[in-house]
């Protein structure tokens, strides 16, 4: 008599985070992860400290930082979406509980940055407008973050939304350490984000994978989400132009948001960026798939010994 011993296979857990747990670590996440190119400039520290509040909060709400807010409150959103995956409770709550910290932090961030500007000659109708910006873009982000729980589509949509914005962050943190000083640097520093971007997009579309095929077209969405996310920075950036201390708002605001489109079409289009970043990761995550699909297929194959 032959008794067949069948291995035990243990499954090692390590999403054993509380759901109450995402609440702190969302809120910190959105602010550290979001805000660390302010965080490591040592201006930041000076422009707070005038209106009597720590430097360790979000960028002042002035007219020059419009960039800063949109890609910090966008990346921050997402990173903090993201931490949902460190729980395996239910989606509702660790939605929820992610969502609370987010607006904790956005909350409390919001208020005492106001605070520290309030006395300054910026039109207090900019400081609505930059704060509506904070809040929307934040929902946004931390919606496409929170994309992660429905599975390997939504994580590759989360992760590449920050595809996009990745060469736009690693190039801010770069100049928080005075990298570009010369124009060597500078190029080193555009090469550096630029593929990071690229390894982050990879990423994001190998999280997805071609099996079944219909995920390919997944894929195509992934990629154009990403692709138009710099514009929009760079867009934003743009309108800092019309912002200037003391001088309020201005009044032809038709004017200056059909410049603001053009300066997005034209920053959105092919000629406006290299694009190799962007067709190597494509090459590289399929390969990749495939190569682990017909592993996975011929695993599926082996006949039973």
């Known amino acids: 008599m032959t008794i067949e011993m069948t291995p035990t296979v243990e499954r090692t857990t390590w ?4 759901e109450w747990a995402l609440v702190p670590i969302a809120a910190l996440v959105w602010w550290l992860a979001g805000f660390l190119p302010w965080l ?7 422009v707070l400290s005038e209106g009597g509040v720590g430097f360790l909060l979000l960028p002042p709400l002035m ?34 509980a992610c969502a609370a910290g987010v607006a904790v932090a956005l909350l409390v961030t919001l208020l005492q940055t106001r605070n520290g500007v309030s006395d300054t000659a910026f039109d207090s109708r900019v400081t609505n407008g930059l ?5 929307v873009t934040t929902i946004v982000g931390l919606g496409l973050g929170l994309l992660s729980l429905v599975g390997r589509g939504g994580l590759g949509f ?23 000083d010369t124009t060597g640097r500078l190029e080193v520093a555009h090469r550096v984000s630029e593929w990071s971007g690229a390894v982050v997009l990879a990423g994001a579309l190998l999280c997805v994978g071609l099996v079944p095929g219909v995920r390919a077209v997944a894929w195509v ?23 200037r201390p003391g001088m309020g708002v201005a009044d032809r605001w038709g004017d200056q948001l059909s410049a603001t489109a053009d300066v997005w079409r034209t920053a959105a289009s092919l000629d406006a960026r290299s694009l190799a970043p962007w067709a190597a990761p494509i090459v590289v995550a399929a390969a990749a798939a495939t190569w682990l699909a017909l592993r996975a297929r011929a695993r599926t194959d082996q006949p039973a010994q």
């Open 63 to 96: 007219s020059g930082g419009v960039s800063q807010l949109v890609l910090g409150a966008g990346v921050g959103g997402v990173a903090a979406g993201l931490t949902s995956l460190l729980s395996d409770g239910s989606r509702a709550l660790r939605a929820g």
């Open 40 to 46: 490591l400039n040592g201006a930041g520290r000076d």
């Open 158 to 180: 989360a992760v590449g939304a920050l595809a996009g914005a990745t060469p736009y962050w690693v190039m801010t943190v770069f100049m928080a350490f005075q990298f570009v």
């Open 131 to 135: 704060t509506v910006v904070v809040v």
């Open 15 to 18: 999403r054993r985070v509380p």
């Open 221 to 243: 969405g992934i990629v154009l989400l990403a692709w138009f996310i710099g514009p929009t920075i760079t867009a934003a950036g743009y309108m800092e132009v019309f912002l």
